[in-house]
């Protein structure tokens, strides 16, 4: 179980749970969110893998957005330079740098549920005389009844958030995702 304090003093739990196979044994994840201690949504069915690979990319320099990895990864598929595609198709993509993005349902399903997102942001500020920046990553969840939270971590503690809930998708029992 992790807490995120988000803007406005609410606290965001975020709670690892079990899914079961049919002789009972877990093999992946959803994730149960709380805000204040009740109930806020479960999103993500399914996660653990793409929970681990996120916080594995935190760890990474430079850091790297979902976009860019599933680009990447479409290049060397086909046989092309992944960095020429890369660096091709980067300006005209957009700059949303998506950590991660878990809904109660599929994607393609109509609109309603909870929903967790994580985005890198880079935050710049001028500080004596020079321009300073700092990467940040954004977490927005909202509930099932449409309500949303935000909060605004710096890097080390996005790292360790990301860190405590994959080591507990690992306790439940599951297979083993992605270790860092």
């Given at each position: 179980?992790?807490?995120?304090?988000?803007?406005?003093g609410?606290?965001?739990t975020?709670?690892?749970?079990?899914?079961?196979?049919?002789?009972?044994?877990?093999?992946?994840?959803?994730l149960?969110?709380?805000?204040?201690?009740?109930?806020?949504?479960?999103?993500?069915?399914?996660?653990?893998?793409?929970?681990?690979?996120a916080?594995?990319?935190?760890?990474?320099?430079p850091?790297v957005?979902?976009?860019?990895?599933?680009t990447?990864?479409?290049a060397?598929?086909g046989?092309?330079?992944?960095?020429?595609?890369?660096?091709?198709?980067?300006?005209?993509?957009?700059?949303?740098?998506?950590?991660?993005?878990?809904?109660?349902?599929?994607?393609d399903?109509?609109?309603?549920?909870?929903?967790?997102?994580?985005l890198?942001?880079?935050?710049?500020?001028?500080?004596?005389?020079?321009?300073?920046?700092?990467?940040?990553?954004?977490i927005?969840?909202?509930?099932?009844?449409?309500?949303?939270?935000?909060?605004v971590?710096?890097?080390p503690?996005?790292?360790?958030?990301?860190?405590?809930?994959?080591?507990?998708?690992?306790?439940?029992?599951?297979?083993?995702?992605?270790?860092?």
């Amino acid at each position: 179980m992790a807490d995120v304090s988000c803007a406005g003093g609410s606290v965001l739990t975020v709670r690892p749970v079990p899914v079961l196979a049919r002789d009972g044994v877990p093999y992946e994840v959803l994730l149960e969110l709380l805000l204040d201690g009740e109930p806020f949504g479960q999103v993500g069915e399914r996660c653990g893998f793409f929970l681990a690979d996120a916080a594995r990319r935190l760890h990474d320099t430079p850091l790297v957005s979902t976009l860019e990895v599933g680009t990447r990864g479409w290049a060397r598929g086909g046989g092309l330079d992944e960095q020429a595609v890369w660096g091709g198709l980067a300006r005209h993509l957009p700059r949303d740098r998506e950590l991660f993005a878990f809904r109660a349902r599929d994607p393609d399903d109509g609109p309603g549920g909870g929903a967790l997102r994580a985005l890198l942001d880079v935050a710049r500020a001028w500080r004596a005389g020079a321009w300073s920046t700092e990467v940040q990553v954004r977490i927005e969840a909202w509930g099932d009844d449409g309500r949303g939270v935000l909060a605004v971590l710096d890097l080390p503690a996005a790292r360790t958030l990301l860190d405590a809930i994959v080591a507990e998708v690992v306790g439940l029992g599951g297979p083993p995702v992605v270790t860092l």
